[in-house]
């Protein structure tokens, strides 16, 4: 079936660490992975993407690694700040398919 | 350069009612989707429209359905309202042979 999960539903991290929040994917035939990031009473932020022909892609302090092998998808955030505090969802989209596959989602708090 | 907007922010209807939701893509964006979003989920996906027809649609009952306008914007209109329909609608406009969508604000609604 369709499914994009998250290993963990909440992340607590110290103000300045770094933050590594990860997912699981289902579908083998997925082309194109998507981080967005969602506080409270807004809609979904575009953080990065990657798509299935690369392993790593970086933006400004964010990172997004792909393993194809175990069907793994990770966010990595530099230094984080209190303005990342946020839901974060990962999505994938199908090959030859229009719509994205969301998670559940990882709330991600940082401890000043 | 504005952003997806869309409206209303909020909305309040009773079981049974017709609602419709309106949405305007980023500026160069010809491609809108549709996600319902409940409390604490991820968003899952309605429908998408492209050229003024629908392209793609998820698992949602015919009483959710759509338009899309020569300009590109959209309406998401849902008839018979039940209770299991509160939710927060969001709509995503993305452009052709480009998969990052981007979100908008998103119309809040409640059934009573």
């Known amino acids: 079936g369709e499914s994009v999960g998250l290993h963990l539903p909440t992340l607590s991290v110290q103000e300045g660490d770094n933050s590594i929040i990860n997912c699981a994917y289902s579908?083998?035939?997925?082309?194109?992975f998507i981080w967005y990031k969602q506080e409270s009473g807004k809609g979904p932020q575009f953080i990065i993407d990657i798509r299935s022909n690369m392993d790593k892609r970086q933006g400004q302090r964010v990172t997004v690694l792909l393993n194809k092998t175990v069907k793994h998808l990770s966010l990595q955030i530099a230094a984080t700040q209190p303005g990342d505090s946020a839901v974060y969802f990962c999505a994938e989209k199908f090959q030859g398919a229009q719509k994205l596959v969301f998670g559940q989602g990882t709330r991600l708090t940082i401890n000043p | 350069d504005a952003g997806v907007t869309q409206s209303p922010t909020h909305l309040i209807k009773t079981r049974g009612q017709q609602v419709t939701l309106r949405c305007s893509p980023k500026s160069g964006h010809d491609t809108v989707s549709w996600y319902q979003q409940a409390l604490g989920q991820g968003p899952q996906f309605i429908f998408q429209?492209?050229?003024?027809?629908?392209?793609q649609r998820g698992n949602f009952p015919d009483r959710f359905s759509g338009h899309q306008f020569p300009n590109y914007s959209s309406e998401l209109n849902v008839n018979a309202l039940l209770l299991g329909d509160s939710a927060l609608y969001l709509c995503a406009s993305s452009r052709t042979g480009r998969e990052t969508q981007y979100f908008g604000p998103g119309t809040r609604l409640l059934v009573l």
């Open positions: 429209y492209y050229e003024e027809e629908e392209r």
């Open positions: 579908n083998s035939a997925s082309d194109y």
